[in-house]
């Protein structure tokens, strides 16, 4: 095949990439918008709820405290009770505080239905992907990570799972927490671990653009690995420092495309410290420092404009997932 020809399918295929591309995209915004106009319609209907039971709550409150001010009156001012003149006071606050929370009731249930409701559904429009409001990444896998910081208590939230290529796929926010750091917080932002279907990665290899953790585990957790020293062909791309357990491997696999995907993955969370473990033969992990609440409900009085959230959401997604693409290219390793 000559070199034009070659050329000419090459380009053939870019365009219709990009055509499958536009197509998908269109198929997700149409998605989206009826997610949006399904999520405003249940906004309007709670909003509406708790509008009407603040008006019947706040005038029942004021009918039951002016009872209670009544009989204070009667039975201190008439009969100089003074016990029952407070009963009735006390007694006359309670329905007030009953009738408060019930009016807060649909706010509550907003919220829930946005987790339980509208999430999945756009999760599921993003590559087939499911949603659970309350995992994450496990806590033992964490363990072998050798990245994570000290802490005493992990939550995970508004975890993202699936299968992409073959690939099995989770991703979720998560904190950290330490009783010995001043503010508490030690980690707030997104983990992700992806496990390829065959052993691909040879040893033990951190890839990270955060310098603070190389400064404090280069010499201590990190003192059985090799500094592996990868220079890149794009000068952009060159902000990741490499230790491994195998270095002679880690060299071969950590090339321009893994770090492009990386730092391109770095760009889309605000320029965040992106640090990736590949380890356990199949398996690759990363944690991003990133402090923006994405998957939250908006104010229930201000209408639902989610649809800029939802795509950067899934682009967020998508960055994340064309890092499996990456291991398409290396070969499984050998038994």
Request: hydrophobic letters at 40%; aromatic letters at 12%; a neutral charge.
């Amino acid at each position: 095949m000559s070199k034009a020809q070659k050329t000419e399918e090459q380009a053939e295929d870019k365009t219709e990439l990009d055509e499958m591309n536009r197509i998908e995209e269109r198929r997700f915004t149409k998605q989206l918008e009826a997610l949006i106009e399904e999520s405003e319609e249940m906004r309007l209907h709670r909003m509406k709820q708790m509008r009407t039971r603040g008006f019947v709550a706040m005038n029942a409150s004021i009918f039951f405290i002016f009872l209670g001010i009544t009989a204070f009156g009667w039975f201190f001012l008439m009969e100089g009770d003074i016990v029952k003149a407070l009963l009735c006071v006390a007694i006359s606050v309670a329905p007030s505080a009953f009738l408060y929370s019930w009016a807060g009731f649909p706010l509550k249930k907003y919220k829930r239905e946005h987790k339980e409701v509208f999430m999945p559904k756009m999760a599921k429009a993003m590559n087939g992907l499911s949603f659970h409001p309350k995992r994450g990444v496990s806590s033992r896998i964490l363990g072998k990570l050798a990245v994570i910081p000290a802490h005493d208590r992990y939550e995970a939230e508004d975890c993202f799972m699936g299968t992409y290529k073959g690939v099995k796929v989770i991703f979720s926010e998560a904190r950290m927490y330490s009783k010995t750091h001043k503010t508490g917080l030690v980690f707030d932002g997104i983990f992700a671990l992806l496990e390829t279907p065959e052993e691909v990665i040879d040893g033990h290899t951190i890839i990270t653009a955060n310098d603070r953790m190389v400064k404090a585990y280069a010499k201590s957790r990190w003192k059985t690995m090799k500094q592996v020293f990868v220079t890149p062909s794009e000068e952009k791309w060159d902000k990741f420092t490499v230790y491994s357990t195998k270095p002679d491997s880690a060299e071969l696999m950590v090339g321009d495309r893994l770090l492009k995907e990386l730092a391109e993955a770095a760009d889309i969370f605000d320029n965040a410290p992106l640090t990736a473990v590949l380890f356990g033969k199949k398996f690759i992990f990363m944690m991003i420092p990133y402090d923006q609440d994405m998957f939250e409900a908006s104010d229930i009085h201000t209408p639902i404009t989610t649809k800029q959230q939802a795509m950067k959401c899934k682009q967020e997604v998508e960055q994340l997932l064309e890092i499996v693409d990456v291991f398409d290219l290396y070969e499984p390793l050998k038994s």
